[in-house]
């Protein structure tokens, strides 16, 4: 079972920066695509961001696109959103998920296992 742990949310100014980790428990991580996604109250969950196993294919939603960077390290199986220039409308629940292949998207269905989520919240 792989289990995901995310961390590095909490509360920021607009206009400020987090760095989100995700760290996972399985050596195969490099094998797999990983995402975030967010969700905010009475939102359904939305993709934010995604890279491949070898993390040469990248994608990112387009509300966050020059502001936010996916990356990851795959000799430390962990994954990281570096977010830039935060919105109050970036406020949300955000969640690290890894699908079972090596190319993956922006639909939740896409991803097999999820993170119990990190919350960021982006104060006006």
């Known amino acids: 079972q792989v289990q995901l742990v995310e961390s590095g949310g909490g509360l920021v100014q607009a206009g400020g920066s987090l760095r989100l980790s995700c760290a996972a428990s399985?050596?195969?991580?490099?094998?797999?695509?990983m995402g975030w996604f967010r969700q905010a109250p009475g939102n359904e969950r939305e993709f934010v961001a995604a890279?491949?196993?070898?993390?040469?294919?990248?994608y990112y939603a387009d509300s966050v696109k020059g502001r936010f960077t996916i990356s990851r390290e795959n000799a430390k199986i962990t994954m990281y959103l570096q977010m830039n220039s935060l919105k109050p409308e970036d406020t949300a629940v955000y969640y690290c998920?890894?699908?079972?292949?090596?190319?993956?998207?922006?639909?939740?269905?896409?991803?097999?296992?999820w993170g119990q989520g990190t919350q960021v919240t982006v104060s006006s």
């Open positions: 998920a890894q699908s079972r292949k090596r190319i993956s998207g922006s639909s939740p269905t896409e991803y097999d296992y």
């Open positions: 399985t050596r195969t991580f490099s094998s797999y695509a």
């Open positions: 890279i491949s196993g070898s993390g040469g294919r990248i």
